[in-house]
C-alpha cells in the first residue's frame, strides 16, 4: 500500500544486507514515519512484544522472518537444533493470543529441519520467511476481491449512496504485510468507484483506530470519520452504519473469534440493529485445535500503564500524560472474544463463509480430519 505515494509494505529484508529485517515501527505513527532494522532475534522478539509491530498477520510475518534470524544465529552456535527451539519458545511467548505466529514458526522449523547442513537451513529459512510473508499479502489481496461483492451488494441496495462501514481496531496493511483483512474489501471498493465512507473506532487503549486505521485511509484517500469506541451503537441505533467488519487474531474451527477488545460489544450492537456483521482473516488465523473460543483462547493481559496514561502529538513529541488517580489500579484485557452466533460471515482468501464448523470445512476440507489439525 502507499505511504506519500510510494509503496511500502510492514516487513521486509533490507536489499543492502540481507540478515537485516526492516519494519515500520508503528509506534510513531500517524505522527512521524519511522523505519527500524532489526539485527537479531532478540530485537524481533522486543518489536513483537513492545508493539513495534502488531497485528495478526504482521507479527506472524515477523516471527518467520525472526526464525531465519534464529537460523542464522544457530549456526554460530555448537547446538543448532537447541538454540533455534529457544527462539522458537521466546518468539511464541511474545504475544500469546495471536495464532498466526505460532503457525509461521511451526512452518520455519519444519522447512529448517527438512536441509542438512547448516547453510541450507539457513537458506531455506530465507525462502520460507519470505514466503510466509508474500502469502500474508497475496491471502489478503483475495480477501479483498472475496469481500468486495457484499459491499457492492449493500451499494446496489442503496442505488450507489455512500456505504457506511464500521471498524474496530486496525485490521489494515499496518496490521498485515499488505493489503489488510478489513480494509481489503474497502480499498477494493474504493478502486472499483463504488462510494463508500469508514466510521473508525478511536479503539482504546492503545487507539490503533484513531492512530493507525485513519493514518491508512488517508494515505490511500478513504473518506473516514474517527469516533470514541462507545458511538457505534448510537450510529446503528440511527441507520447510519450498513456493515461492521473487523480483523480477528484467532478463530476457533467452530468460528468463535477474538479480536481487540471491544469487538464483542460491536457484535451485540450490530445484531440488536439487524446489522451485518463480518470478520476477515486469512486462513492463517485459524486456530484448528479448538472449537470454544471463550473458554480456550488465552487472553493477553497487558500493562496497566496503557490504560491509566495516553499518548499524543504535543505540537514538537509525542507525549505521555497520566489521566487517571496515579494509586487507582487498572485492568488491561488486550482482547475479547465474539460467540460465532453474532457473526453474520466469515471473509477469508478462499471465499465467504457462515462462522460455523460445517461451513468453513467446507471452504477447507482438508482440515476436516483430527490428524490434519496443527
Known sequence: MK????????????????????????????????????????????????????GAGLIGAAAGYGMYLAAMEAGKTDSFDKHLQHCAALLKSARPTAVNPEQAIKRQLKAIMSASTVSEKIAIAKESAISIADEDADHC???????????????????????????????????????????????????????????VDETRPRNQGAGLTAWELINQGIPHTVITDNAGGHLMQHGLVDMVITGAD?????????NKIGTYLKALAAHDNQIPFYVALPSSTFDWNITDGVKEIRIEERSADEVKYIEGWDG???????????????????????????????????????????????????????????
Not at 471498524?167 to 489488510?180: E, I, M, P, R
Not at 484467532?250 to 477474538?258: I, K, Q, Y
Open 250 to 258: 484467532r478463530v476457533t474451527r467452530s468460528g468463535d473469534a477474538a
Open 141 to 199: 489481496r483475495k480477501i479483498g476481491l472475496n469481500g468486495v461483492s457484499i459491499i457492492e451488494q449493500i451499494a446496489k441496495k442503496k442505488s450507489g449512496a455512500t456505504v457506511n462501514i464500521l471498524t474496530h481496531c486496525n485490521a489494515g496493511w499496518l496490521a498485515f504485510v499488505d493489503y489488510g483483512s478489513a480494509t481489503a474489501p474497502i480499498y477494493e471498493a474504493a478502486q472499483r468507484g463504488i462510494d463508500v465512507q469508514v466510521w
Open 3 to 54: 505511504v506519500g505515494g510510494i509503496d511500502y509494505r510492514t516487513i521486509w529484508l533490507s536489499e543492502e544486507d540481507n540478515s537485516v529485517i526492516r519494519i515500520i515501527d508503528q509506534r510513531f505513527l500517524p505522527h512521524q514515519f519511522v523505519i527500524e532494522d532489526l539485527h537479531s532475534v532478540a530485537e524481533v522478539v522486543q518489536a513483537i512484544k513492545e508493539m513495534h509491530v502488531r
Open 316 to 374: 514538537n513529541k509525542i507525549s505521555k500524560v497520566l489521566i487517571t488517580p496515579s494509586h487507582s489500579p487498572a485492568a488491561n484485557y488486550g482482547f475479547d472474544v465474539t460467540p460465532a452466533r453474532l457473526i453474520t460471515g466469515l471473509i477469508t482468501e478462499r471465499g465467504i463463509c457462515n462462522s460455523n464448523e460445517d461451513e468453513i470445512l467446507k471452504l477447507f476440507p482438508e482440515r476436516r480430519e483430527p490428524s490434519c489439525r496443527d
